[in-house]
């Protein structure tokens, strides 16, 4: 017959159990993950948590061991950092460049993403994409718009102009 695993909550685990379930940007994975130690110190036994839950049993002991293990508590259940590539843009890279725009948009200066990528490339030696660097910088709050390559939109043509006016005259 398997373990049978309990986990009692003091009043204060508890209450730090519900302040993290109320967190607005809790991951999905890491708030399933304490409703089971909510159903195990409710009393239910591993296989009951796994039915209600929609999990497979031996994900539900994986968890309830990791949370009674050392006193690992709430951070056991937190998902472990993935695995991949590390970012080329850190923060200090993206600071500067925060910097930098800033330092521009005071001065009159606009930059276009082409230039703000040759500005990562000869202040930092990154070569990052056009499209990646534009999608960190939405993320970070910034906006921009396409720039005027021409002033022509606001210059006027006065005889144009006037047979226009002749035109619109004549049809009222």
């Known amino acids: 017959m398997p373990k049978k695993l309990r986990i009692e909550l003091s009043q204060d685990q508890r209450q730090e159990l519900n302040r993290l379930a109320l967190l607005p940007n809790l991951a999905p994975r890491f708030r399933l993950r304490l409703e089971m130690i909510r ?15 929609q999990a497979h049993h031996q994900t539900v002991g ?8 050392a006193g690992a508590g709430f951070e056991a259940l ?5 695995p991949g590539v590390k970012p080329k843009l850190l923060a200090t890279h993206l600071a500067e460049l925060e910097t930098e725009l800033d330092r521009a948009a005071a001065g ?8 703000l990528v040759e500005w990562l490339q000869t202040n930092y030696g990154l070569k990052v994409s056009q499209g990646h660097l534009s999608r960190v910088l939405r993320q970070r709050g ?3 718009k396409r720039t005027k390559t ?3 939109h ?3 043509d006065p005889q144009l102009q ?10 009222t």
């Not at 994986?62 to 293990?69: D, E, V, Y």
């Open 150 to 152: 021409s002033l022509q």
């Open 162 to 171: 006037a047979a226009k006016q002749a035109d619109l005259e004549t049809l």
């Open 108 to 115: 009159q200066r606009t930059y276009t993403m082409p230039q």
């Open 39 to 53: 159903l195990s110190d409710l009393g239910l036994s591993v296989a009951q948590i796994a039915a209600a839950l």
């Open 78 to 82: 937190q998902d472990k950092p993935h």
């Open 142 to 144: 910034f906006s921009w």
């Open 154 to 156: 606001k210059k006027t």
């Open 62 to 69: 994986k968890f309830l061991n990791a949370f009674l293990a």
